[in-house]
């Protein structure tokens, strides 16, 4: 036989040289290593930036208090949910929701009217930018599948804007309606078989403010009656006059028509709702 023990023997001598812990023993260690390794975790986390609460271990005594951290903001939001915008049960009258939709970049459209108006004079047609949009029609319950403009009870723009453009648009709303105070429109008309050239006056005004959400107002479009310009007949009939309201919560701006049905108190009252409503997606929040 060999003076060499085998490879076998080896272990064999290994194992009896071995002093096996006792279970208490077993049992301290296990508590000193994880507690190590609760250590390592929470500086981990905390160099992550991530609250090691959850994870540190049980003391006795309470652990040093860090340094008092500013108060976080409030998160921004971005998105625009449908719930921002009114709901059918807002309205008097049983509607369905005929349209809705959403955008990014689109301006924010008072009164295509208005804005031809200013365009004609070599102006811009003053629209502030939003960063995105959600827009809706509401239409009557059992509604005809073919749909005149007259025939809606509500349509509504909602935009998110940068704050200091959705506060601006309202502070400079009697600036942008000045040049339109009186307009006179000149175009071609086809009523039925008979065609020209009409015209007609066209006034905008400011009528109301501070009725609704961080600020509003109500601008109001009259009309005359059109004209043929070579008779001096009437066009069709007499417009009736329409008023959109423009409300701003936070960085959010509503635009709000209603149909030829709806009152000027009505709309009121829906901006005031939709200034409520609002509230869920706005900029600082309410």
Known sequence: MRDDPTFVEQIQQDLRDVRWLGPEEIRSRARRRGQRKV??????????GVSAVAVAAPRKSAPPVPPAAAPSASPTRHEITTDALLQPADLPQEVDVQLSQSGLGEPVLLDHMLGACR????????????????????????????LTESDGLL???LYRLTPDAAIQLLATMDDLVAPCAEWNSVGGYKVGGATGTGSATHRWAVVQRDFAGDGAALLRHTGSQPVDQKTGEPIGASPRPTTTAVVRVGDLITVLNLGQTGTELDLRRLAAVAARRMCIAANPAC
């Open 39 to 48: 250590m390592v975790a929470t500086v981990v986390l905390a160099l992550a």
């Open 119 to 146: 365009t004609s004079q070599g102006r811009s047609d003053g629209w502030q930018m939003s960063i995105l949009s959600r827009s809706q029609t509401l239409v009557p319950k059992r509604a005809a599948a073919i």
């Open 155 to 157: 349509t509504q723009d």
